[in-house]
């Protein structure tokens, strides 16, 4: 394993942070770093908590949302990637 083994999950109806503009830095910086490894996934109809969602806004009622099956799969799929599952 190198020296920085990095995952990001971006809902793509967030709207607490700007996820292009992260995205964007994180390959300019993590990306580009020869000792660092960045994967990223971009999950449709999820907000900044990555939970399903209609809007994303603030005002949105998430008391039932919850994390696709994706999220987790990626999770999954990228810890055995690097060699942390069973």
């Not at 830095?25 to 993590?30: D, F, N, S, W």
């Amino acid at each position: 394993m190198g020296h920085g083994e990095f995952l990001a999950i971006f809902g793509e109806k967030d709207c607490n942070v700007d996820w292009k503009k992260t995205l964007a830095l994180y390959k300019r910086t993590i990306g580009k770093n020869p000792d660092a490894s960045l994967s990223t996934k971009v999950l449709p109809n999820c907000d900044h908590g990555v939970r399903k969602c209609k809007t994303g806004g603030i005002r949105e009622d998430l008391t039932n949302a919850v994390s696709p099956d994706e999220y987790f799969a990626t999770m999954l799929s990228w810890l055995n990637e690097k060699g942390f599952g069973s």
